[in-house]
């Protein structure tokens, strides 16, 4: 009787989880951290019977201008003024450097240099009046090359600051706006000359310029102590 009543009790379980109902399970799928969870089931989610799903959008095509290389030229100038510095009275050397630093060629270049404050320009190439100052002119200038201008000047007074200022500019066809340099040298009043005086070693030595501005005072040297 009791393996009867044994047998009988699991028979009776497995009749009872027959009644049950049974759910299905299905899996779903976690966001990850930072996404709207909406979105993310709206992903998840198939569309809506009746409505198809849209196609992605199709490329646009358009054309643009073709872009052509200027070949443009790039122009730099360099100026010296000798001597340094320039006594009243006396007369410069100008020097202006004109360089294409561009692999393409210049044309149509056109060198100015006007007149400086207490100054006379000088005949010479270039030359366009006392108080005009220079232009030249070359049709071409090769890339990598540079073209090598002179002048000569006579300072006639002292300029204002006593600095002898030169404004050189060159312009060049394709080249937007002239390109520009200064440069110069020091007015001083009188001739330079050299002057000599006698040196005592062991003695201070006092050298005065002719005009007194200029004073160099060169003083005994002190023995060490001890």
Do not use: M, Y
């Given at each position: 009787m009791r393996h009867v009543r044994r047998r009988a009790l699991p028979l009776?379980?497995?009749?009872?989880?027959?009644?049950?109902?049974?759910?299905n399970a299905t899996a779903q799928t976690i966001p990850p951290a930072g996404q709207n969870t909406a979105s993310a089931l709206a992903q998840l989610a198939p569309p809506?019977?009746?409505?198809?799903?849209?196609?992605?959008?199709?490329?646009?095509?358009?054309?643009v201008a073709s872009v052509t290389d200027p070949h443009l030229p790039s122009l730099t100038l360099d100026l010296t003024v000798t001597p340094q510095p320039i006594?009243?009275?006396?007369?410069?050397?100008?020097?202006?450097?004109?360089?294409?630093?561009?692999?393409?060629?210049?044309?149509?270049?056109?060198?100015?240099?006007?007149?400086?404050?207490?100054?006379a320009a000088q005949p010479g190439p270039g030359f366009v009046s006392a108080a005009g100052g220079w232009?030249?002119?070359?049709?071409?200038?090769?890339?990598?090359?540079?073209?090598?201008l002179t002048a000569t000047l006579h300072l006639?007074?002292?300029?204002?600051?006593?600095?002898?200022?030169?404004?050189?500019?060159?312009?060049?066809?394709?080249?937007?706006?002239?390109?520009?340099?200064?440069?110069?040298?020091?007015?001083?009043q009188g001739n330079l000359q050299t002057g000599t005086i006698p040196f005592v070693p062991g003695a201070s030595t006092v050298?005065?310029?002719?005009?007194?501005?200029?004073?160099?005072?060169?003083?005994?040297?002190?023995?060490?102590?001890?």
């Open positions: 009776f379980v497995i009749a009872l989880l027959g009644l049950l109902p049974v759910h809506p019977p009746g409505i198809a799903t849209p196609p992605p959008p199709r490329p646009v095509q358009k054309t006594a009243i009275g006396d007369t410069a050397a100008v020097t202006v450097t004109v360089t294409n630093q561009a692999p393409d060629p210049a044309a149509d270049l056109k060198v100015t240099l006007p007149t400086p404050d207490g100054a232009q030249w002119t070359q049709t071409r200038l090769d890339g990598g090359s540079s073209a090598i006639t007074q002292a300029p204002q600051g006593n600095a002898l200022l030169l404004h050189p500019a060159v312009t060049a066809t394709g080249v937007p706006r002239p390109v520009e340099e200064v440069g110069g040298a020091v007015a001083v050298l005065r310029s002719g005009n007194g501005a200029v004073r160099c005072t060169s003083r005994r040297a002190r023995r060490p102590s001890g």
